[in-house]
């Protein structure tokens, strides 16, 4: 059965450095979402693409967030300047289109020192 | 507001017992609702979803929730809980159209005893 893949599964770094979070959605699935989840607290949406632009984002996905399609297969959410406050749980989600289904990724730990 | 209300932050059942979650939505159009499990380390695995027509839908793994309009309502349960089934719940809603966001609950952690 396909699925969201993403990499890594776990990412350290420290505070005010850049990271790319990396995922490959479903082949056919022509929308993409990231969320993330700080420990303890609820799944948030951040951004969602489509055509090779976002169609949505919320008022977390600030100047220091950028998405990216580079390529046919890869979804990327690079984090400028990463703060104490970024650690959390990032998920990557893709959907085909028509009903509004996502099917998320193992998602990607990240923790700012 | 959208949002979504799991009111229960961690429930303990015994295996073989029965199960219901609870989830309360705020949507302001025709929500579509979804059951989501996370077991630990791993990422989102869609349980169950309800989108239109019949008010009680069947998933994965025998649960089964009822869609109940009037109560804002979009309840989980299963009939008899397995170990295997202690895991975080979420519960979501979100638009018809496809690259519209998904409102999560706070989640659910269920515990299964022996």
């Known amino acids: 059965e396909p699925e969201v893949t993403q990499t890594p599964s776990h990412q350290v770094t420290q505070m005010g450095q850049e990271v790319i979070l990396r995922c490959v959605p479903i082949?056919?699935?022509?929308?993409f979402y990231w969320y993330r989840q700080i420990l303890g607290q609820k799944v948030e949406f951040l951004v969602s693409?489509?055509?090779?632009?976002?169609?949505?984002k919320s008022e977390i996905f600030d100047d220091q967030f950028s998405v990216e399609r580079p390529d046919g297969s890869n979804f990327t959410l690079k984090i400028r300047s990463t703060k104490l406050e970024d650690s959390a749980m990032y998920f990557c989600a893709s959907g085909a289109g028509g009903l509004n289904e996502q099917f998320f990724g193992p998602g990607t730990r990240l923790t700012v020192l | 507001a959208q949002s979504v209300t799991q009111p229960d932050i961690h429930i303990t059942v015994s295996e073989g017992a029965s199960l219901e979650l609870r989830c309360n939505y705020s949507y302001g159009a025709t929500p579509y609702l979804f059951w989501y499990v996370q077991s630990p380390g791993q990422g989102l695995q869609l349980l169950l979803k309800?989108?239109?027509?019949?008010?009680l839908v069947q998933g994965i793994k025998g649960f089964e929730a009822e869609f109940k309009r009037s109560q804002s309502s979009f309840n989980l349960r299963k009939p008899s809980v397995h170990w295997s089934d202690a895991a975080e719940y979420f519960c979501a809603v979100g638009a018809k159209n496809t690259g519209n966001q998904f409102y999560f609950g706070t989640g659910t952690s269920l515990t299964v005893i022996p």
């Open positions: 309800y989108f239109s027509g019949d008010t």
């Open positions: 082949s056919n699935h022509l929308y």
């Open positions: 693409f489509y055509n090779n632009e976002i169609s949505e």
